[in-house]
């Protein structure tokens, strides 16, 4: 069955430092996006791409966060200058149609700024 | 601003008897609604939808009714199993203020279920 796939699952970084997460969307799909997680609080929608721009993004994707999709198959979230509240649990999600379908979503990446 | 509220943080159930999470919406652009399990250490797992056209939604054990004018939907699960202990997330989309049909999520439910 396919599925998205993120890498790495656990990113430790230094505060101020640049992190990339990584995602292959499932590969038919044309929709992506990238919502968080923060311990104990709800998952939150930060972005979503289509057709190689982005198509929305919350308040919380500000100009630090930037979004790629370099090839046919990677999508990525770039954090420019890590803060300690960027730590969280980062989801890439994708789906086939952009409206009133379900996204499917990867494992995650356990992104911790220290 | 909580649009999607799951009011219980966590339900203990019996193995084979019925579990009913329940979500309440705030938005009345809301259009379809989603329910999402999820393992620790894993992303959230589709389960099943509902648009806001109909009032049921079955897919084996598991149904969703949705109430628009209480702005109120319910997952139910019966019987209920011990592989079915997970959070379970609601969340909601619709087109409304630019929004693009992104899903608002609640806080989750975290469903037990015991031998």
């Known amino acids: 069955e396919p599925e998205v796939t993120q890498t790495p699952s656990h990113q430790v970084t230094q505060m101020g430092q640049e992190v990339i997460l990584r995602c292959v969307p499932i590969s038919n799909h044309l929709y992506f996006y990238w919502y968080r997680q923060i311990l104990g609080q709800k998952v939150e929608f930060l972005v979503s791409f289509y057709n190689n721009e982005i198509s929305e993004k919350s308040e919380i994707f500000d100009d630090q966060f930037s979004v790629e999709r370099p090839d046919g198959s990677n999508f990525t979230l770039k954090i420019r200058s890590t803060k300690l509240e960027d730590s969280a649990m980062y989801f890439c999600a994708s789906n086939g149609r952009r409206m009133n379908t379900e996204a499917f979503f990867g494992q995650g990446t356990r992104l911790t700024v220290v | 601003d909580q649009q999607v509220k799951q009011n219980s943080p966590s339900l203990s159930v019996q193995e084979g008897r019925i579990s009913i999470l329940n979500c309440d919406y705030t938005n009345s652009m809301f259009d379809y609604f989603l329910w999402y399990k999820k393992y620790p250490a894993e992303g959230p797992t589709f389960l099943i939808s509902?648009?806001?056209?109909?009032d049921k939604n079955e897919d084996g054990r598991f149904t969703v009714f949705l109430n628009k004018s209480a702005k109120h939907l319910s997952l139910h699960i019966v019987p209920s199993q011990p592989g079915d202990s997970a959070v379970y997330f609601c969340?909601?989309?619709?087109?409304?203020?630019?929004?693009?049909?992104?899903?608002?999520f609640g806080k989750g439910t975290k469903l037990s279920v015991k031998p």
């Open positions: 969340a909601a989309s619709g087109r409304y203020g630019g929004s693009q049909g992104n899903l608002i």
């Open positions: 509902i648009s806001s056209i109909k």
